[in-house]
């Protein structure tokens, strides 16, 4: 006789590893469960498209700058309200709002703390190209329960988990609970995320990367020498020639990497140094590099590990080197010579 094995959902998942791992506690299994809940509506109205009017911009330009997409706020307040009645969160921070959002009185609370990106590639996503969400959970500081925006303030090596939602020609969720990096595919008839990749790992050597090549000529000296390496192909330095992607979605380029093998970078240059980089330390570069890590590969700010960094303020930018573990060591050394 065949045994058939069931699909593992999201949910049995978080139980074996809360139950019989011992790797997380109720209330984290709850708060997953909850940010999963949250990206399946979002993954809802994405689909939508023009038909549901959630394409085209608000209006308003949020705390980076940055003009907001409707589905940037749209996707910010399905996060919020699915998440601040359970119980299980102390405050949430957004990239969408310049401070943390505190949990309703009329609610209990709880000791994590949440942070996320709620649509991340939001250019891409009025010409309909993969966009995702990120989100990172630490634990908020014995003792607090109004936590302030430097309770936040912890290096990502404190995450408990980190994930993110890529919505796809089919939506996945990427998770981490420091066990491993596993994803998970909708079902759209079912209603849940199945498990269809166990211990994602990501192969140490790649010949692919990923890089806005539009701004080389504001690149640091480090950067350029690298990347004209790589493009110098088989008679270069490097002997073997190199691909190039670039989605301009973290999320989508980062889920290649996990599928199959490569580097993203996203370096500071003359643009961006002011700031400090492009990407945002706390919502997108450290549940990036704690997923990349769990899947064996690299993540530096271009000198130390990304998760290493004390973060000085909720909307801080870093420079990102992320990906396969050989690549990322290579360009991060020329950051010392
Ligand atoms: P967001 O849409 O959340 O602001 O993030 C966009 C980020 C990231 O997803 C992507 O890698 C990068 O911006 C793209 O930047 P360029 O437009 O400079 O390529
Ligand atoms: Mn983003
Ligand atoms: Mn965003």
């Given at each position: 006789?065949?045994?058939?094995?069931?699909p593992?959902s999201?949910?049995?998942?978080?139980i074996?590893e809360?139950?019989?791992?011992?790797?997380?506690?109720?209330?984290?299994?709850?708060?997953i469960?909850?940010?999963?809940?949250?990206?399946?509506?979002?993954?809802?109205?994405?689909?939508?498209?023009?038909?549901?009017g959630?394409?085209?911009n608000?209006?308003s330009?949020?705390?980076q700058?940055?003009?907001?997409?409707?589905?940037?706020?749209?996707?910010?307040?399905?996060?919020?309200?699915?998440?601040?009645?359970?119980?299980h969160?102390?405050?949430?921070?957004?990239?969408?709002?310049?401070?943390?959002?505190?949990i309703?009185?009329?609610?209990?609370k709880?000791?994590?703390?949440l942070?996320?990106?709620?649509?991340?590639?939001?250019?891409?996503?009025?010409?309909?190209?993969?966009?995702?969400?990120?989100f990172?959970?630490?634990?908020?500081?014995e003792?607090?329960?109004?936590?302030k925006?430097?309770?936040?303030?912890?290096?990502?090596?404190?995450?408990?988990?980190?994930?993110?939602?890529?919505?796809?020609?089919s939506?996945?969720?990427?998770?981490?609970?420091?066990?491993?990096?596993?994803?998970f595919?909708l079902?759209?008839?079912q209603?849940?995320?199945?498990?269809?990749?166990?211990?994602?790992?990501?192969?140490?050597?790649?010949?692919?990367?990923?890089?806005?090549m539009?701004?080389?000529?504001h690149?640091?000296?480090?950067?350029?020498?690298?990347?004209?390496?790589?493009?110098?192909?088989?008679?270069?330095?490097?002997?073997?020639?190199?691909?190039?992607?670039?989605?301009?979605?973290?999320?989508?380029?980062v889920?290649?990497?996990?599928?199959?093998?490569?580097?993203?970078?996203?370096?500071?240059?003359?643009?961006?140094?002011?700031?400090?980089?492009?990407?945002?330390?706390?919502?997108?570069?450290?549940p990036?590099?704690?997923?990349?890590e769990q899947a064996?590969?690299?993540?530096?700010?271009?000198?130390?590990?990304?998760?290493?960094r004390?973060?000085?303020?909720?909307?801080?930018?870093?420079?990102?080197?992320?990906?396969?573990?050989?690549?990322?060591?290579?360009?991060?050394?020329?950051?010392?010579?």
């Open positions: 006789m065949t045994r058939v094995h069931k593992i999201l949910t049995r998942y978080l074996e809360q139950r019989e791992k011992g790797v997380i506690k109720p209330d984290l299994r709850l708060l469960e909850v940010v999963a809940r949250a990206c399946k509506t979002i993954a809802t109205q994405i689909n939508k498209g023009d038909l549901g959630v394409l085209g608000v209006g330009i949020n705390v700058g940055e003009v907001q997409k409707k589905l940037d706020v749209l996707s910010n307040e399905i996060l919020l309200e699915a998440n601040e009645w359970g119980g969160l102390a405050a949430i921070a957004s990239e969408e709002m310049d401070d943390p959002y505190p309703p009185h009329r609610y209990p709880g000791e994590y703390l942070v996320f990106d709620p649509l991340d590639g939001s250019s891409n996503i009025d010409v309909n190209v993969s966009v995702g969400t990120i990172s959970v630490l634990k908020a500081p003792g607090v329960t109004e936590p925006p430097e309770d936040f303030l912890q290096p990502g090596t404190k995450q408990v988990a980190a994930g993110y939602t890529v919505y796809g020609p939506t996945v969720l990427v998770l981490t609970v420091g066990d491993g990096t596993h994803m595919t079902d759209r008839e209603g849940s995320f199945v498990l269809t990749e166990m211990n994602v790992r990501i192969p140490e050597d790649t010949a692919e990367f990923a890089i806005n539009s701004n080389m000529r690149w640091e000296v480090p950067v350029k020498r690298y990347i004209d390496e790589l493009l110098a192909g088989k008679t270069g330095p490097r002997g073997k020639d190199f691909n190039m992607r670039w989605v301009a979605s973290m999320v989508a380029d889920h290649r990497i996990l599928t199959r093998g490569g580097v993203f970078m996203y370096p500071v240059d003359a643009k961006c140094r002011d700031k400090g980089g492009r990407l945002r330390l706390m919502y997108e570069a450290n990036m590099a704690f997923i990349v064996g590969g690299g993540a530096t700010d271009g000198h130390i590990r990304i998760l290493e004390q973060p000085l303020a909720l909307h801080e930018r870093v420079p990102v080197f992320l990906g396969s573990k050989n690549e990322v060591a290579l360009v991060t050394s020329y950051h010392r010579d």
